[in-house]
């Protein structure tokens, strides 16, 4: 059984950055997924930890940065220009298995944290 536990999120004006973490128990290739109320869950970005490749959605790209430290066994997401879509439940996955162009549908992840509340005011 992995644990994932984030941290990190709170209020913040747009503009305005913020660094989410997510520890873990094992290791695995690692995503972050985000739900606002009323809509589905969506994928963020996602990292495979043994080749370093990174994948993120093109609403996030050039402005948020997956990243993992292996010693510290933690994820990071570090969101910057933040917006006020950006607002939602900010989760962690982790998974077994990576596939290279798909990885950012749900179901591809086995574990789940409990996520943390990322609000951004206008």
């Known amino acids: 059984q992995v644990q994932l536990v984030e941290s990190g999120g709170g209020l913040v004006q747009a503009g305005d950055s913020l660094r989410l973490s997510c520890t873990f128990s094992?290791?695995?290739?690692m995503g972050w997924f985000r739900q606002a109320p009323g809509k589905e869950r969506e994928f963020v970005a996602a990292i495979n930890w043994s080749y370093g490749y990174k994948d993120y959605a093109d609403s996030v790209q050039g402005r948020f940065t997956i990243s993992i430290d292996t010693a510290k066994t933690t994820l990071y997401l570090q969101m910057n220009s933040l917006k006020p879509e950006d607002t939602a439940v900010y989760y962690c996955?982790?998974?077994?298995?990576?596939?290279?162009?798909?990885?950012?549908?749900?179901?591809?992840?086995?574990?789940w944290g409990q996520g943390t509340q990322v609000t951004i005011s206008s």
């Open positions: 996955a982790a998974t077994h298995n990576w596939i290279t162009g798909n990885m950012s549908t749900p179901r591809r992840y086995t574990y």
């Open positions: 094992r290791l695995y290739h």
